[in-house]
């Protein structure tokens, strides 16, 4: 809207004051119309600020509420990667469960309970030693299972453990084979939403209210009644509510007296993008119609004598025009406020038409690094790591004319040429143009990459574990077999690490342990492997060998390391040893469970003789036959 200069104002006043001196100078009757118009416009004036300050309001609320959902859906999405993940590792138990979810819901301080179920509805991850408890019954347990694909949004409910009223989302987990396996589900109290309403400026009469799409009111915040927990659950509306939703659901506005405290509002609603819920705002009518009213009474009696009603309606008309102008001003200056209040969200924006920048908030420049400005007019190929992300995202214009909105994650790229992973959903626009809204989610990808690191390695010594070396030890057979190479199989035991236990406690063994797996690291090269299976137990791996006797030597060396006395952190010397069982590719066997098993054997065999010894694995002789085995004695000290 142009902006009017204070001359332009001046000017249009000064013709305003002429046409009411000549106006008074004529009949009565034209004092009584000018002051209907004049109350009419200031009416229709402080209506409409009402409006536009109640819309500015509820958009905001809609856009925090939409945030807060949206990272929580991220985060039970992760949750739901990281469990696939397990269940391809190892059998999930409630002590992994319980601490995969507190990792997740640290992410997210809004959540104040992250639980996974199986498919009839037991949640997995409970409290130790309390109730076992069932969410079958729940409307967003039976949602999710309905539909896996969508994210499940319950109805306000209160807790059976914390009787306080809250919002629950969850999605469906499926099994490799596609079936319900149950969910991962998330709860917000009403306090999170209560505590962003609390901030909106709707003076002292005002409420802002979140209800479900039923129109059940999940929270509510009255400057008049504040902590009030009227009403919550419960879907008592006005008619005239009732009538604007009738006429659209989506958006609207209406004035009302509130069923819950009787107060009269201006009242505005809008459905928070893509989820099953509606923010309401109302200003209290008292707030913005008091002057209103005081200055019809003031008119009334101003026109019981007709030479104060000439000067009274001339002074009322004067401010009415300037009310207006103030008002044309004060919604110039809330959209201002609110483009300012987008640019200071953490969501990314921009709006694209045909692929390149029109219009994005200061959130998407710090995002991606860019200063302001920088991002203005430019393709949006800039923010993508090459050109078969871009095509890929491009193809989704396709969905977004059938489907309206689109979504994934993927990494994309800074002005630094750094990547980052990004929550990206789109929603079609009119005029061939679509919005885009961006969350880095960089943190949670990390801790993804982190568990499965675990998930294969083990926890004191940083070693592959049992599942990682059986996934290598294939992938060296496979190759060996190809190359017609051998490869050497040893099984590893340490002889008096239980004295050290007895003698200096599980911290001092812990040491021995780690000190063996910089011992064992050291002694092969990078092509081998060296993998913990048990207390103190492991296993190398001796890649690229022509034989078995290529590795004597290498094993031998590897017995005169272990005589070398081990320091405990208590300050005494431990002296360990070790016991190795060898099996060889192909001679001994040619899968990876054959060639474990004899070197655990032979291991075992080794030890029978005398420990701190390698033994080669031999197959049993035939009756009246002597059995002979690879034997090499301990080193000397």
Sequence with gaps: MPQTSPQQLAAGLARFKLHLTLGN????????????????????????????????VVQTMALNVASTVQVVDVTLQSTLNLVEQFQDVRPLDAETLTRLAATQRRLVPALNALRITDAEGWVLNSDPGGPRISVADRDYFRSAKADPSRLAV??????????GWGLVFARARLDKSGRFAGVVYGGITNDVFVAYFSKADVGAQGAVSLR??????????????????????????????????????????????????GVERVSAYIEVPTYPLVVLAGLGT??????????????GTLLALLTIALIGASVALLRAQTRQVEARNRMSQLAAERGAMLDSELVGMVKLRERHEVWHNAALARLFGYAPGELSGQPARLLYLDDASFMHVGLSYQQLATLKSYRTQLRMQRKDGSSVWVDLSGTELPDGESLWMMIDISVIKQSEQQARHLALHDELTGLPNRHLLNERLAFLLRDAERNERSLAVCFLDLDGFKAVNDLHGHDAGDAVLRQVATRLSDSVRGNDIVARVGGDEFVLVLNQLSGLSNEKQALTRLLERFAEPIALPVGALAQVGVSIGVAMFPQHGRDAETLLIRADHAMLDGKRRGKGRWVAWEPPASAGTPTFSVDVDPPST
């Design 25 to 56: 100078v004529a009949v009565l009757a034209i004092v009584a119309t000018s002051t209907v118009l004049a109350l009419s416009s200031s009416y229709r004036a402080d209506e409409a600020r009402a409006h536009v300050d109640a819309e500015s």
């Design 154 to 163: 319950s109805e306000p409910l209160q807790g059976r453990l914390n009787t």
């Design 212 to 261: 479900s799409r039923s129109m059940r009111l999940i929270a509510r915040y009255s400057a008049q009644n504040e902590g009030s927990q009227a009403g919550l659950g419960t879907a008592s509306v006005s008619k005239p509510l009732t009538d604007a939703l009738a006429a659209n659901p989506k958006r609207g506005a209406f004035v009302a007296r509130t069923a819950l405290d």
């Design 286 to 299: 008292d707030d913005y119609f008091a002057p209103w009213r005081r200055q019809a009474a003031m008119f």
